[in-house]
């Protein structure tokens, strides 16, 4: 497409924890909307004193030396109250403030100055239509967003508001689990069976349990953790690195916030290497103080060393397996197909420890942190004539 020209772009919209993603049809084709050349671009929004704020990955590099204005995890404040376990959880782990505001509802005190959890986001929202008008030469005014397959009416307005903010119109709201089994081109074929959608992503793992009779679909149970997520096997790593430097030097990261946010950030990176690879190496500079001097860290980190702590992590995922089935009246046996999304699933450990419980082959991706925006942008009727017929769950079964 040629800049200036009047088409618009609908976009389809994943807004997990730790990134946000985004596509769209030109010229019949599906395209990813990027940043730095990334297609999973960080949920991350610095706020400086006085410029515009910073949104993605150059938000991050900000977390290094100015922490507590560098806004991470939105998604998981975005319709709460300050009081509930999720914001308590997330206010112990971040070195930025939250506060609370009217009706209790969890607000973020940065330099002075308080913001709702939209605005962040629509900060976040804004970078990606912005980024999709540059790379695309046509408007981007509306977007079909996916939530999760539990999300509250809250949760679903305060995102809405937020798109709002960004100057987007939310054209639909498209359950996660959904997406992701329009992603795997579940639709492509009218068949009769029985799904178990798994969507493990940066901050929660979620099991829906689903029914395809032909296109249209049937939500038969959800569960899930909104505890468990991607950001855990980050903090695990992290925990190990420093561990293994306190034996040998004495020396407790968990004491500068700053150096301690740079390893969970180290360690994320770790983490996705090793998801292909059996060896990555971990490098911080300046690390630590010892003996008055300052000494680099520079560990080779085995995917067999840290494994047995994340395979713990990891087994946190079948208590959710079993509610879903079990409020599905079904067993594994029942499930003829296991569909994989969510960036955490690329993890070996976690597809091990999944095909284990199920006994069978699973549906994944090398894409799988994309996948969501993926589903979403298929609903948005600007692919093929097929994409117009997706199904969707019935009313009630989701937000």
């Given at each position: ?20 993603s ?6 019949g ?18 706020i ?54 009217p ?16 605005q ?16 695309f ?26 798109a ?5 119109a ?27 959608v ?17 296109l ?18 980050d ?75 994340w ?7 079948v ?13 594994p ?5 296991v569909l994989?999304?969510?960036?955490s ?55």
């Open positions: 497409m040629q800049p200036g020209s009047n088409r618009e772009v609908v976009l389809g919209i994943d807004f997990g924890m730790s990134t946000v985004a596509c769209g049809f030109v010229g084709k599906l395209h990813f909307v990027v940043d730095e050349g990334e297609r999973a671009i960080p949920c991350a929004v610095y400086p004193e006085r410029s515009e704020p910073l949104v993605g990955r150059r938000a991050l590099h900000q977390i290094l030396r100015d922490p507590a204005a560098t806004i991470t995890a939105i998604k998981r404040l975005l319709g709460r109250h300050v009081h509930e376990r999720e914001v308590r959880r997330l206010d112990a782990g971040v070195a930025y403030a939250i506060a609370s505001g009706d209790d509802m969890a607000l973020l005190d940065v330099r002075g100055r308080q913001y709702a959890p939209q962040v986001a629509g900060e976040v929202l804004r970078h990606i239509r912005q980024l999709a008008e540059l790379r030469g046509a408007a981007v005014r509306r977007a079909v967003v996916t939530v999760p397959a539990t999300a509250s009416p809250a949760y679903c307005q305060a995102l809405k508001q937020a709002q903010f960004a100057g987007l939310v054209q639909q709201f498209v359950p996660e689990p959904v997406a992701g089994c329009l992603a795997h081109g579940m639709h492509e074929t009218t068949a009769l069976r029985r799904l178990a798994c969507d493990f992503g940066g901050g929660t793992f979620d099991v829906t349990i689903i029914t395809q009779d032909g249209h679909f049937e939500c038969l149970a959800i569960d899930g953790d909104d505890l468990l997520g991607g950001v855990d096997f903090e695990e790593l992290a925990e190990a690195v420093a561990g293994h430097l306190y034996q040998a030097r004495r020396v407790d990261l968990h004491r500068d916030v700053v150096k301690w946010q740079e390893l969970l950030w180290r360690a994320e990176s770790v983490k996705r290497q090793l998801s292909t690879a059996t060896r990555a190496s971990l490098v911080m500079n300046d690390a630590f103080v010892a003996n008055g001097q300052r000494h680099d860290l520079r560990l080779g980190i085995d995917r067999a060393w840290i494994e047995p702590r395979a713990k992590i990891a087994r946190r995922m208590p959710v397996l079993d509610r879903a089935l079990a409020r599905a009246r079904r067993t046996d029942d499930i003829d197909e994989l999304i969510g960036g699933t690329l993890m070996p450990i976690v597809r091990r420890i999944i095909g284990e419980y199920f006994g069978k082959p699973l549906r994944s991706t090398e894409h799988a942190d994309v996948a969501v925006a993926v589903g979403a942008a298929l609903q948005t009727g600007q692919g093929t004539q097929v994409c117009t017929q997706v199904p969707r769950l019935p009313a009630g079964a989701a937000p």
